[in-house]
């Protein structure tokens, strides 16, 4: 009986997720390609532009669920822009928050509660905190990269073409193509 009551809970949810985010698509804040498969809730909001390739993948039914596993795509103001290449999966959890831009290429794999910021929020000065505006810097992964699990890719960053990011790593500084970089602060492994 709890199964059923699980089978049904999770399509209703899903059913819901994908008729929330038609209407979304409606309003010209979304833009997505020919092919979209939602495992998971997917949340895009904020006043900017998310653009959605084809043949993404929101969502893993394997991977660990926090409350209901929602992606979240947050381009924060006007002129914020979230743009994720063709082919490209996303693990449950994840959150992008732009207020400038966001580019994710072409079949990326992005592992559970990856969190991806282009802005400092706030300045960090004491006296400048509640007035001054944030630092914001482009972030930049590039084609065929794996991201994994937990980790967390700040303002400014490009991540090279094939590169691995380990779990767990902070990234606070562009990675070249094609090498393994992990750590807090993330750095270069070995090349692949």
């Not at 092919?35 to 998310?50: A, I, Q, R």
């Not at 065929?144 to 699990?149: C, E, K, T």
Request: glycine share 12%.
């Amino acid at each position: 009986m709890i199964r059923f009551i699980l089978k049904l809970y999770r399509l209703v949810m899903r059913f819901w997720n994908a008729l929330v985010f038609f209407f979304r698509h409606l309003d010209g804040r979304v833009r997505k390609g020919s092919w979209l498969k939602l495992n998971v809730p997917l949340c895009c909001d904020g006043t900017g532009l998310v653009s959605i390739g084809s043949r993404v993948t929101i969502g893993y039914g394997l991977s660990a669920m926090l409350g209901d596993g929602t992606v979240r795509f947050k381009a924060r103001g006007g002129a914020a822009r979230i743009s994720i290449g063709d082919g490209t999966a996303f693990s449950n959890n994840v959150q992008i928050f732009s207020e400038r831009s966001v580019t994710i290429g072409a079949r990326c794999l992005i592992g559970d509660c990856v969190l991806i910021l282009d802005s400092d929020f706030h300045d960090l000065s004491a006296e400048g905190r509640h007035h001054l505006p944030a630092v914001k810097a482009p972030v930049v992964i590039e084609d065929n990269v794996f991201i994994g699990s937990r980790a967390i890719i700040l303002k400014g960053v490009t991540i090279g073409k094939d590169s691995v990011i380990g779990a767990g790593s902070v990234v606070v500084r562009s990675i070249p193509p094609g090498v393994i970089a992990a750590g807090n602060p993330a750095k270069v492994i070995r090349p692949l």
